[in-house]
């Protein structure tokens, strides 16, 4: 018998480790992740996202995520502005246009910088 009147209360950042090791042993076919990595510091988010990388080969991965690290790697990223397709198509595609919103995005996160030449460069290191 289960008692579950003496529930136990973890931190934010130990549910989210649960949640990854289920989605790691269940394998399902469709993967929603909704700030998967939003209560992790940098160093286990980093860890965490080689793992998700690893483990999107096989399945359909929706990411919902505010820090843009999270998602450069994604296949196709989508860009919402209240509510509305703003722009879609892979990091290196939203990066390339200097006006777009992702590319706004990215300038102020650090994760972009500006050359000389008014471009865009974007050999930088993802944090």
Request: glycine share 4%; aromatic share 4%.
């Amino acid at each position: 018998m289960c008692d579950t009147s003496s529930q136990v209360q973890l931190p934010g950042g130990q549910k989210q480790r649960i949640a990854i090791a289920r989605l790691l042993i269940r394998k399902p076919k469709i993967v929603l992740f909704d700030e998967a990595t939003s209560a992790l510091n940098a160093e286990v988010e980093e860890k965490i996202m080689h793992i998700f990388n690893q483990t999107r080969k096989d399945r359909t991965c929706v990411t919902v995520a505010h820090r843009l690290s999270t998602i450069r790697d994604n296949e196709k990223i989508i860009v919402l502005v209240r509510g509305k397709l703003k722009e879609e198509g892979t990091d290196e595609q939203l990066s390339a246009n200097p006006h777009g919103t992702y590319s706004q995005l990215l300038l102020p996160a650090g994760l972009i910088t500006m050359t000389t030449k008014n471009t865009y460069n974007t050999e930088t290191d993802y944090f």
